[in-house]
């Protein structure tokens, strides 16, 4: 199976799998999943807190986006430098790319669903923005940075420090009360569909010029 079919086949599944997830959403078919991950949760030492207060600072959507940028623009020089732009475009595609989407495609959608956040504080919960840009920029840039590594090691390294800080930042919304655990899911559902349909095209594009 070639790379494009594998990210088309995954961002079918991953775009089904969002569109269930908030049918049951709409229709509060979700109650006992949002309970038991709260309890679950919230069985988090009270010291941790600060932590976690601290992690939805420095991850929050707009930084989110911040990064991006800054990733993509040092990775499009390092590219440059090395007779690699094309690599380095797809570098910026991939990445801003996919942040930036995933930013504008919440605030589109967020407004949709209305779900009030669990402490009832301003903003709507489903899907979740920090869950949504965190996993758009942490897995398109561990994604990227893996073509430019040739050492089975640190990619895998990369590959493992990016999926647990996704998850770490959807767990800390959930035990600050800001979200459901549904909500965190289908942030990463959207965000997965988002970077697999860049990912897709951008190939396309690698193709082309290649």
Not at 27 to 34: G, L, P, Q, S
Not at 72 to 95: D, M, R
Not at 101 to 116: C, E, Q, S, T, Y
């Amino acid at each position: 199976m070639n790379r494009k079919k594998t990210y088309l086949i995954t961002l079918a599944i991953c775009l089904i799998s969002f569109i269930l997830l908030s049918i049951m959403v709409k229709k509060n078919f979700t109650c006992f999943i949002d309970h038991f991950g709260q309890i679950l949760f919230q069985q988090t030492p009270h010291h941790t807190q600060h932590l976690f207060k601290r992690f939805d600072k420095i991850f929050s959507p707009e930084t989110d986006l911040f990064y991006s940028f800054v990733i993509s623009s040092c990775l499009l020089a390092l590219s440059k430098a090395e007779n690699q732009l094309n690599l380095g475009i797809y570098s910026v595609i991939t990445i801003s790319g996919t942040t930036l989407l995933a930013f504008i495609v919440n605030m589109i959608v967020k407004p949709l669903f209305g779900r009030i956040r669990p402490d009832g504080s301003k903003g709507f919960s489903y899907p979740s923005d920090h869950a949504m840009l965190a996993f758009a920029l942490l897995i398109s840039t561990a994604y990227i940075l893996t073509l430019y590594i040739n050492r089975t090691t640190p990619k895998l390294l990369i590959i493992i420090s990016s999926v647990i800080l996704t998850l770490f930042i959807g767990f800390s919304r959930v035990y600050l009360e800001k979200h459901f655990i549904t909500d965190i899911i289908g942030g990463y559902l959207l965000s997965a569909t988002i970077l697999f349909s860049i990912l897709y095209f951008a190939n396309i594009y690698r193709e082309k010029i290649n």
